[in-house]
């Protein structure tokens, strides 16, 4: 077997600014998908605003606008979209090991790493804003057939 020693250098400063930048992008995709939800929320709120508003003009003071199906499918879409942004932003009790910093949390078993309570925070924000941006889409769509 060899002995000689395994010669190291220190990190250099382009390398450890390349480390530091992706630990704080891992600790602040929360906080965009955060963002995120909040964007999704104003929205939620006025597009079904405005739509309601304009349907009335259009209907002008004494008419009234019959409900189909696609006009009831629009608000529901939106009401189901701004429940799911609401969601995402409750916080979620996590089960975290502040001895480790970085290790694989793939099985789910036990208290998170710390990089793994970053990412498994962010993907259940994730999962819960991606169908909401979908149903608010659908329900601008929905909201436009009845127009036609």
């Known amino acids: 077997m060899n002995e000689t020693p395994i010669r190291t250098v220190p990190v250099s400063r382009p390398d450890q600014l390349l480390r530091d930048k992706l ?3 891992i600790a602040g995709q929360s906080a965009r998908m955060d963002d995120l939800a909040r964007q ?14 304009a349907l009335k003009l259009v209907a002008g003071i004494s008419g009234t606008v019959t ?33 480790r910093l970085f290790a694989d949390d793939g099985d789910g078993d036990g208290p998170l790493s710390i990089e ?13 804003l991606l169908p909401s941006c979908g149903l608010f889409f659908i329900g601008v769509c929905c909201a436009a057939v009845t127009v036609l």
Not at 40 to 53: E, F, N, R, S
Not at 116 to 128: D, E, I, M, P, Q
């Open 23 to 25: 630990i704080e992008d």
């Open 67 to 99: 409900p189909g199906i696609w006009l009831v499918a629009a608000f529901a879409c939106w009401g189901l979209a701004l429940a799911l942004a609401l969601i995402s932003l409750v916080p979620r009790r996590h089960s975290v090991d502040m001895g």
């Open 116 to 128: 793994g309570y970053f990412r498994s925070s962010a993907l259940h924000k994730r999962r819960v």
């Open 40 to 53: 999704l929320i104003t929205l939620d709120l006025a597009v079904p605003g405005l739509y309601a508003t």
